[in-house]
């Protein structure tokens, strides 16, 4: 079956460095792929889509670009904040179906 | 409210009691999910509606697991004779339209104990 598997954490990083979390999957088709984020105390949010190869998505100075080749969709951000603290999750949903798949997250902790 | 509310947010039931928890998703949403998540866990799909139709239920772990959505609106999740496994956060999401690519909004989540 469909499956994600995210880069395990805790992860630690001073602010502004460079941020990379790996996710890669398992997918029979060409499915839709996100990363959702949760902030201490709050509901998963959307952070990025893409939903075909070769597609980037990008909001906040996240990136994320859908490579086919490798089966990835690493997380990017060039310059990390403390606010950038929380849970990160990599997810795909298959064309024609209506769940989430989700890798099982990545805890990020920026410290000042 | 503009968002998915859910609850309660928090609730502990002893072993073999019943629980009801409630999802209102955002208003016109079309698609409404559950997924559990256990501690330091994803997500996991439990079932999905398509208005009030349940469309998908491969998710759910047990007979104990039981969705409804009879409007096509509000949703309510029941667990009957809850066990210690069952101790997660539920997850309420909707989205406006059917379809892979589409938004999905998470409410924050029942966080249920059992004891």
């Known amino acids: 079956g469909d499956s994600v598997t995210q880069m395990e954490g805790p992860v630690t990083l001073s602010e502004e460095a460079f941020l990379t979390i790996n996710c890669t999957y398992t997918a029979t088709g060409y499915p839709s792929l996100f990363w959702y984020v949760q902030y201490p105390g709050e509901g998963l949010q959307l952070l990025l889509k893409?939903?075909?190869?070769?597609d980037k998505g990008s909001n906040k100075g996240f990136e994320a670009t859908y490579r086919k080749e490798t089966t990835s969709f690493h997380l990017e951000k060039g310059s990390v904040q403390v606010s950038d603290s929380a849970v990160y999750f990599c997810a795909l949903s298959e064309k024609g179906a209506q769940k989430l798949v989700f890798g099982q997250g990545t805890r990020l902790t920026i410290n000042p | 409210g503009a968002g998915v509310s859910q609850s309660p947010r928090y609730k502990v039931a002893k072993r073999g009691q019943d629980v009801a928890l409630r999802c209102d998703p955002i208003s016109g949403h079309v698609s409404l999910f559950w997924y559990q998540q256990a501690l330091g866990q994803g997500p996991e799909f439990l079932t999905y509606f398509q208005n009030e139709a349940q469309l998908d239920k491969s998710g759910l772990p047990s007979d104990r697991f039981f969705a409804e959505r009879p409007e096509g609106s509000v949703s309510t999740l029941k667990i009957q004779r809850t066990q210690q496994e069952d101790s997660a956060v539920y997850l309420c999401a909707s989205s406006l339209r059917t379809g892979s690519g589409n938004t999905i909004y998470f409410g924050e989540g029942s966080w249920l104990t059992v004891v």
């Open positions: 893409a939903t075909k190869a070769d």
